[in-house]
């Protein structure tokens, strides 16, 4: 298997497809392949279309890393929720072209893209840490408030609920549900229709309407980093 992350650049939309020929865990290497990917839209202003493999988005962090603890499981935590953090903060729009199964740091990583397109059929959209024994972190408490429906937030977060695409537009994991095969089709269509913004007028509006929601999560990457470092 090649690098975990591709990009291409078309007439300003640069598309970023990861692909780890699995679920799309998010190790390090994704992690790192991802800001690389990243930083190459930044320096070409493109507005970014995000999106996964056939069937899946990403089941979440590599559980391979996050069990084994240490120094390894603390940056790869961290880095994750910076991940999410720059989404909602990218200076261009991020449009998230979900294919399937969004589960966990997944989940957290569509909830931080500008406008969200997933897909009809059985997949599921889940916070699944409470489910598998897990503490909610800090942080993915802040980007699922920010973005979720209120009347849906404690049964995602504190519940584990799992959505359907269809029922996950009302919760707010997803602004628009179509047929697969419309997917990057629908994905570069809105992609286009954002394109059209004024960008500093779009990037100085989205950290002004977010500002309280990045402030919250940047000390919640603060408060999560300090108790997972302390407990090594």
């Keep these: 298997m090649g690098a975990p992350v591709t990009y291409e650049l078309d007439e300003g939309l640069a598309t970023i497809t990861m692909d780890d020929g699995k679920v799309n865990v998010l190790s390090p290497e994704m992690l790192g392949s991802l800001n690389t990917a990243l930083d190459r839209a930044a320096a070409d202003s493109a507005v970014v279309v995000l999106t996964g493999r056939p069937g899946v988005f990403s089941a979440g962090f590599d559980l391979g890393v996050l069990t084994g603890g240490g120094l390894g499981a603390a940056d790869m935590l961290r880095a994750g929720f910076e991940l999410a953090e720059r989404l909602l903060s990218f200076p261009t729009p991020v449009v998230i072209a979900c294919p399937g199964h969004a589960i966990a740091m997944?989940?957290?990583?569509?909830?931080?893209?500008?406008?969200?397109?997933?897909?009809?059929?059985?997949?599921?959209?889940?916070?699944?840490?409470?489910?598998?024994?897990?503490?909610?972190?800090?942080?993915?408490?802040?980007?699922?408030?920010?973005?979720?429906?209120?009347?849906?937030?404690?049964?995602?977060?504190?519940?584990?609920?799992?959505?359907?695409?269809?029922?996950?537009?009302?919760?707010?994991?997803?602004?628009?549900?179509?047929?697969?095969?419309?997917?990057?089709?629908?994905?570069?269509?809105?992609?286009?229709?954002?394109?059209?913004?004024?960008?500093?007028?779009?990037?100085?509006?989205?950290?002004?309407?977010?500002?309280?929601a990045l402030t919250a999560i940047r000390a919640a990457i603060e408060v999560d980093d300090a108790a997972m470092r302390a407990s090594l």
């Design 106 to 212: 997944g989940v957290f990583v569509l909830l931080s893209g500008d406008y969200r397109i997933g897909i009809t059929g059985n997949h599921k959209i889940v916070a699944n840490e409470v489910a598998i024994g897990l503490t909610m972190p800090e942080t993915a408490i802040e980007i699922c408030r920010q973005r979720l429906a209120p009347s849906y937030f404690n049964r995602a977060v504190i519940n584990a609920e799992t959505f359907s695409s269809e029922n996950a537009v009302a919760a707010g994991f997803l602004d628009l549900v179509v047929p697969s095969a419309q997917l990057m089709a629908a994905a570069r269509g809105v992609a286009a229709a954002l394109a059209m913004l004024n960008m500093r007028a779009h990037a100085a509006t989205k950290l002004r309407t977010r500002a309280q």
